[in-house]
């Protein structure tokens, strides 16, 4: 079975331009988490999707990002007009429950450059 | 949360010794804890995890040790091999319905063949 999948794999923009990230989870899998990793620094979430229910927003760092999940499978994140330190690597999850004690399978992340 | 700027806290071990890699934690209230392994432009891999009413679960070839009166975790890798060269992060979350992971920073672990 194919794992989590991310495209592109690499990303350069320029400051001001748009950019969608997609993440193709595992199928069947019903929880799917977004989540940022800059240079030498640790995991920072940014929204959570499950089922049906209303996404957990909470950790997006401002309102140049959004991120949606259709038919709750495929998710695309988007950054507005984006800036230098949105520079990371983004990184995609997901989950067959989304219960705490369920195991996240990563994607190879997107690595975001902003020129 | 919590930086370390561009500079992970790195152990280097022998090949065929054990590495321990620790980790302190904040949040009382985590009852679930998780330790991934993060190789070169992958993304993070799960390798064991532990329940708070547990202080040590062992897998294949690796341990992890919890210390709930400390706020402490470790996790020891018998007979450290170079494929065990990756980041290793820690982390954490309470069972409040859904899984909202919190990551630690990381460790790089070297392996010297």
């Known amino acids: 079975g194919a794992g989590v999948s991310q495209s592109p794999s690499n990303k350069v923009t320029e400051k001001g331009k748009d950019v969608e990230l997609r993440c193709d989870p595992i199928?069947?899998?019903?929880?799917l988490y977004w989540y940022r990793q800059s240079l030498g620094q640790g995991l920072e979430f940014l929204i959570y999707?499950?089922?049906?229910?209303?996404?957990?927003k909470s950790g997006l760092p401002s309102d140049r990002f959004s991120a949606e999940r259709t038919g709750g499978s495929v998710s695309t994140l988007t950054i507005q007009r984006t800036q230098q330190e949105d520079s990371a690597v983004y990184l995609c999850?997901?989950?067959?429950?989304?219960?705490?004690?369920?195991?996240?399978?990563f994607g190879p992340g997107t690595r975001l450059t902003v020129l | 949360g919590e930086s370390v700027g561009l500079h992970l806290p790195t152990l280097s071990v022998q090949e065929g010794d054990n590495s321990i890699i620790n980790c302190a934690y904040s949040n009382s209230a985590s009852d679930y804890f998780i330790w991934y392994k993060q190789e070169s432009g992958k993304g993070p891999q799960f390798i064991i995890d532990i329940r708070s009413n547990m202080d040590k679960r062992q897998g294949q070839r690796v341990t992890v040790l919890l210390n709930k009166t400390v706020k402490h975790l470790s996790l020891q890798i018998a007979a450290t091999q170079p494929g065990d060269s990756a980041v290793y992060f820690c982390a954490e979350n309470s069972d409040g319905g859904y899984q909202k992971v919190t990551f630690g920073i990381g460790t790089k672990l070297q392996v010297i063949p």
């Open positions: 199928s069947g899998h019903t929880a």
């Open positions: 999850a997901s989950t067959k429950w989304g219960r705490a004690s369920d195991t996240q399978y």
């Open positions: 999707f499950q089922g049906n229910s209303a996404p957990d």
